[in-house]
């Protein structure tokens, strides 16, 4: 069981990137996968989740609107599209799943400890 995250980079404000959240060893499209931030010296923040089948997407308040979750079943593959990128968006952004449906069960898809499953991070940086 393994999730690869990629596709962070530089970006100039006002731009867009888009990550990959690859799955191994399971089906993305039966569990909930989130994104989650972190920026150096903070906690980690929750972006957006997906919730499995087709029961829902979420966002945080700071990036509704801006950012789309979305999900290629044939590609195993769930992706963070991160357009009007702001310099505050800088983070080493992570995707995790939710193997014990514990999203399912209760409904909230922004702790951290929802989730047992978590990819390495990719940096995503906002500079001018």
């Known amino acids: 069981v393994q999730l690869q995250a990629s596709g962070g980079g530089l970006a100039q404000p006002g731009g867009r990137l888009r990550l990959s959240c690859v799955a191994s060893?399971?089906?993305?499209?039966?569990?909930?996968i989130g994104w989650f931030r972190q920026a150096p010296g903070k906690d980690p923040y929750w972006i957006s989740s997906?919730?499995?089948?087709?029961?829902?997407?979420y966002y945080s308040n700071s990036v509704r609107g801006r950012f789309s979750i979305s999900r290629d079943s044939a590609k195993n593959t769930v992706y963070l599209q991160m357009n009007d990128l702001k310099p505050d968006d800088t983070a080493v952004y992570f995707c995790?799943?939710?193997?014990?449906?514990?999203?399912?069960?209760?409904?909230?898809?922004?702790?951290?400890?929802?989730?047992?499953?978590w990819g390495q991070g990719t940096q995503v940086t906002v500079s001018s």
């Open positions: 995790a799943a939710d193997l014990n449906s514990l999203t399912y069960q209760n409904g909230i898809y922004y702790q951290p400890g929802q989730y047992n499953t």
């Open positions: 060893g399971f089906t993305v499209s039966d569990y909930t």
């Open positions: 997906i919730a499995r089948r087709s029961l829902g997407e």
